[in-house]
């Protein structure tokens, strides 16, 4: 099974952070590259352009692929499932145009130009409103355009909304909410060596933010300790042997962690350990 990741750019490293921790190690990778075999023999990686992946897919040249949706909207490949939000590239493509200009509503845009990256979903959005511009479609610095006379508006991703806002660009509208998801082929998606790999990504996203907690803590006060511990279906607890004392282990929300100490600790509970948790399998 062939997994395609992006080869570079912003969304390489947390790709191939994911799949290390999810345990499919890379034993061959070297830089440049185009494929790496992995620990598990039937797993291989190959590395392409984000915007390319969707394609891979699609077409066979891998089984799964790593990419935003925002690339898979634009190929729309049709025989591709989305199976997993991987939770970070979270960026907004965004309609906008110049800050002191006259385009302020989708409306003004009949008989404009906007330039994109992404001429599908732009034609797509505009299908479902009223007005037609034309499309020129461009492959990055998206955000000149408008001061080049290349076009009245964009649509063009954002995340901080620094690059907008340094080239003095205003949002108009949304058009679409994008992250990096795991796709794969409709026809290999119920697949177990598929499944295994979404489990094992789902296990890495689920650990995020979660520590787990262990403690000993008197048997009399188990009722209580349960109450403040939110835990992943309640703690486990083990007998020691035969000094009034449990030991007791839970997992909770980073979040929660400081609270929960100042509350087990003032029902008693002592030798208090605070761990990661690299993977949380449900
Ligand atoms: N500023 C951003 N913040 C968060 N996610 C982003 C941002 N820019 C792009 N992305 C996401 O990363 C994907 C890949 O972006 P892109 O193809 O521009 O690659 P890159 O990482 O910028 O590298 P390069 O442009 O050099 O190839 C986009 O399709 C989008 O899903
Ligand atoms: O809202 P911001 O945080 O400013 O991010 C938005 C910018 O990030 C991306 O560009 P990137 O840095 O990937 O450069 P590129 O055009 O070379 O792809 C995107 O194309 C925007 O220009
Ligand atoms: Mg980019």
Do not use: W
């Not at 003004?108 to 979903?121: Q, R, S, Y």
């Amino acid at each position: 099974m062939r997994i395609a990741v992006p080869n570079k750019g912003r969304l390489h490293d947390p790709s191939m952070e994911l799949l290390e921790h999810a345990g499919l190690h890379v034993v061959d990778g070297a830089d440049r590259k185009l494929y790496a075999t992995t620990v598990d023999p039937d797993v291989t990686l190959l590395f392409a352009r984000a915007a390319d992946i969707p394609e891979y897919v699609s077409d066979g040249a891998a089984d799964i692929g790593i990419t935003g949706l925002d690339q898979m909207r634009e190929a729309d490949p049709g025989n591709v499932v989305d199976l997993l939000d991987l939770g970070y590239g979270q960026c907004r493509l965004v309609l906008a145009s110049p800050e002191d200009g006259d385009i302020h509503d989708v409306a003004d845009l009949a008989g404009k130009t906007v330039a994109t990256e992404f001429p599908n979903i732009a034609k797509q959005y505009f299908a479902e409103t009223d007005v037609e511009p034309e499309i020129v479609e461009v492959s990055g610095a998206t955000e000149l355009t408008p001061h080049v006379d290349m076009a009245d508006a964009i649509i063009d991703i954002t995340s901080t909304g620094t690059t907008l806002k340094v080239n003095r660009l205003g949002i108009i509208d949304e058009v679409l909410s994008s992250s990096v998801r795991l796709f794969a082929r409709d026809d290999v998606a119920d697949d177990d060596k598929v499944e295994q790999v979404v489990m094992a990504l789902q296990s890495v996203i689920s650990a995020e933010g979660k520590r787990y907690l262990m403690m000993n803590a008197p048997e009399d006060k188990l009722d209580e300790i349960r109450d403040v511990m939110p835990g992943l279906g309640g703690p486990t607890v083990m007998d020691i042997a035969g000094n009034g004392k449990v030991a007791v282990h839970t997992v909770v929300d980073e979040r929660d962690v400081f609270e929960t100490i100042n509350e087990v600790k003032q029902l008693g509970a002592s030798g208090i350990l605070v761990t990661e948790i690299e993977r949380l399998v449900d």
